[in-house]
């Protein structure tokens, strides 16, 4: 085999980060288990069951339905199917914020639904007065952002609930990113607050599973079941999941995960990040950088592209909003010691390249 995998010594953009050993430990042992039929692979879909569980108990719905999907890409275009299928419009259209991840616009390509994005308020969070005037007799479903992609922002679910509702339209949250960190803030944001429908939250995020590991989790078992399909040559009879054969190692490493970080390894590591996102936000405030204030623990901050890139060359890998400012998101892997030496460079590159920087 050629070449080692990358370390995340200088990783300030990503969502993934390294499994946590006993999930990286429990990734190894199933790796050849397919919980995709789970009559035959039963040990494994025991472990997708207590990992749905605990979902459950994360998002604050009792006997929740759902599964361990491959990411937040597929849970989402899971999610607009189940909405789409139960709309009895023959032009159904579903309503995501401006800041809806691009998962969305795969969602409406494959499933042939008109996607309407509605714009943002000065806060990041959708214009609950755009969603109203969106929404109309086709709409099948609102999507609503719990933790951001850009900015870490959570959009006004319980009203966004009440708007879809109204509308006999499905409401879905996006917590792919948030899910582990919003039990420890004051946001309304799940099953327990509101009236969602379903919910996409990603152990293979801050959940700090091995990847694949996404989640999909529904209120209603119906709503699956309308995604069923028979499986003749399996033992099992039907599968409401969107992949076929899929990853034991994902599902079985997620519940390893939680079993050991939920909930006291999680809120450490909230306030961890937290704590490291606002030592983030006053260096670079100190330094004269605009930065928004951040509520979940990613900053962005206006640096001039000149800078941006002489940092990327020094091999950090971070990335830029939609409006250009960098953006660092405060994994599980992202330590003060990484973000002192970012802040090193910023000092040292800052006056080699444009004096407005
Ligand atoms: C809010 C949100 N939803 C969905 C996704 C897509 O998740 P995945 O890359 O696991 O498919 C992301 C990825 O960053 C995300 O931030």
């Known amino acids: ?15 993934c980060t390294p499994p946590h050993p006993v999930a990286r430990e429990a990734a190894e042992r ?59 419009s023959s032009d159904p259209n579903v309503v995501v914020p401006e800041s809806a991840h691009f998962s969305f616009q795969k969602a409406a390509d494959v499933l042939a639904i008109e996607l309407r994005i509605a714009p943002l308020t000065d806060n990041y969070t959708v214009d609950l007065g755009a969603v109203k005037r969106f929404c109309d007799e086709d709409t099948a479903g609102i999507v609503g952002v719990a933790g951001s992609t850009e900015y870490g922002r959570v959009d006004p679910i319980p009203e966004l609930a009440n708007i879809a509702h109204r509308h006999d339209a499905l409401l879905h949250v996006d917590a ?11 946001h309304d944001w799940h099953f327990g607050h509101a009236g969602v429908d379903t919910l996409t939250i990603d152990p293979h995020k801050m959940g700090q599973a091995a990847i694949p590991a996404g989640g999909l989790l529904a209120r209603e ?3 699956f079941d309308a995604l069923a399909v028979d499986t003749p ?17 994902g599902v079985a490493s997620a519940a390893a995960a939680m079993q050991e970080l939920w909930p006291d390894g999680y809120r450490e590591q909230y306030e961890t990040s937290v704590a490291n996102a606002d030592f983030l936000v006053d260096a670079l ?5 605009d930065v928004v204030e951040p509520d979940l623990p990613i900053v962005t901050a206006d640096v001039s592209s000149e800078l ?50």
């Open 1 to 15: 085999m050629r070449g080692q995998p990358q370390d995340f010594d200088r990783v300030l953009s990503s969502m």
């Open 30 to 88: 199933y790796l050849a288990t397919n919980p995709g039929d789970p009559a035959t692979y039963q040990t494994v879909a025991d472990l997708e069951d207590d990992a749905v569980a605990m979902l459950g108990d994360i998002v604050g719905l009792d006997d929740p339905a759902g599964y361990i999907a491959s990411g937040g890409t597929e849970a989402n275009i899971q999610a607009v199917r189940m909405a789409r299928n139960r709309s009895v």
């Open 176 to 186: 792919a990113w948030g899910g582990f960190l919003l039990p420890f803030t004051d």
């Open 221 to 223: 078992d119906e709503l």
């Open 233 to 249: 040559y399996l033992e099992s009879a039907k599968q409401a999941t969107l992949t076929g054969t899929r990853s034991g190692a």
């Open 285 to 289: 405030r100190e330094r004269g950088f």
């Open 308 to 357: 941006f890139e002489a940092l990327r060359e020094e091999g950090w890998r971070v990335s830029t909003t939609g409006s250009d400012e960098m953006r660092v998101v405060m994994m599980p892997h992202v330590t003060r010691e990484m973000l002192s030496a970012f802040l090193t460079d910023i000092d040292r590159l800052r006056p080699t390249v444009n004096i407005n920087t």
